[in-house]
């Protein structure tokens, strides 16, 4: 099959390479999904996960890549709750070869049902955004109706869908980012939009949640914003930064089927979009994992054309 592999840690992007590769193991309770399409993280080609496996063994050459929407091609041993042929989407594991290929080898409980109204496309964008914004906003932020939410980085995949998110579960939203981006913040549900590079953040008063995706200055500003009680949740980086009478916590993405099921049913009901900012073939996977090339939303590798 094909996929795009990294053979080098220090090479970054310029290192991807597309080339033919062994077909993926299914080991027990796995699924062997055939990739419809796909979408990475512009950072993980220096995440630990992605050059060992849960030993921390070398297992270069590494494919990258963590989200997948496609069918279901082959079950693994005592693999249950899913059956050759279903249409699923979901987020791999991160010490595991990855999805920028043609099949892949998921646990199953990783993967949820993929609606047929649902693209792959769509699908693709939506896992590891969407699980991030739901777990960030909801499980560690502990945001409820009424509160005020400030989220950082409101245009981007993991920003827009909690923007949505915070708006469907009641909360009133203050946005930031750029100035290019407060259309698409507004449009999306947000109530207030700051730019973060003309205008003054602290000027937007207490707040119950912070939710921040970018981490540095940002975050150490935001820290101040923080009302008594209230949190502030980061995926940037583990930090020292603290809240005055408050929480702070930073996590990880986990896989989640259950909210990936929730996720799935509010785009169906119209009440979520996921953001998809460009859609590559496989064969330009390497190009559209260049650093520098921002767009707004998540950038997708179609893998199968329908």
């Known amino acids: 099959m094909k996929a795009i592999r990294a053979h080098d840690r220090k090479a ?14 299914a080991s027990e309770n796995d699924v062997i999904v055939k990739v419809h399409a796909a979408s990475f ?33 082959e079950l693994g041993l005592g693999t ?34 993929l609606p047929a109204t649902i693209d792959h496309v769509q ?14 906003l909801f499980d560690h932020g502990r945001l409820a109706a009424g509160q005020t939410v400030l989220i950082h980085g409101a ?28 259309d698409t913040a507004l449009e999306l549900g947000a109530d207030v939009f700051v730019d973060l590079q003309g205008e003054r953040l602290e000027d937007v008063g207490p707040v119950d949640v912070v939710l921040d995706v970018i981490g540095g200055e940002v975050l150490e500003r935001s820290a101040a ?9 980061t995926i940037a980086a583990p930090t020292k930064v603290r809240t005055e ?5 930073f996590f990880i993405v986990e896989p989640e089927r259950a909210r990936l099921v929730d996720l799935a049913r509010l785009v169906q009901e119209g009440r979520l979009r996921p ?4 859609v590559h073939p496989l064969r330009e996977a390497a190009t559209a994992f260049a650093a520098g090339r921002r767009t707004p939303g998540k950038t997708i590798i179609k893998v199968v054309d329908e």
């Open 155 to 182: 245009a981007g995949a993991v920003g827009s869908l909690a923007v949505q998110l915070a708006r469907y579960a009641g909360a009133r939203v203050i946005a930031t980012g750029r100035a290019a981006d407060r």
């Open 275 to 278: 953001l998809v900012g460009a």
């Open 80 to 113: 249950t709750g899913l059956t050759v042929g279903q249409r699923v989407f979901g987020l791999t594991d991160w010490t595991r070869d990855g999805t920028l290929a043609e099949y892949v080898a998921v646990e199953a409980r990783n993967l949820a049902p």
């Open 245 to 249: 009478d408050g929480r702070t916590v």
């Open 123 to 136: 699908g693709a964008a939506l896992p590891m955004a969407g699980l991030t914004a739901w777990q960030g």
């Open 225 to 233: 914003l923080v009302r008594p009680g209230g949190t502030l949740v």
């Open 41 to 73: 993280t512009r950072g993980e080609l220096d995440w630990p996960g992605t050059w060992t496996d849960r030993a921390g063994r070398d297992r270069a050459p590494t494919i990258p890549g963590h989200e997948v929407s496609g069918v279901v091609a």
């Open 12 to 25: 970054g992007a310029d290192g991807l390479v597309l080339e033919d590769v062994p077909y993926p193991h």
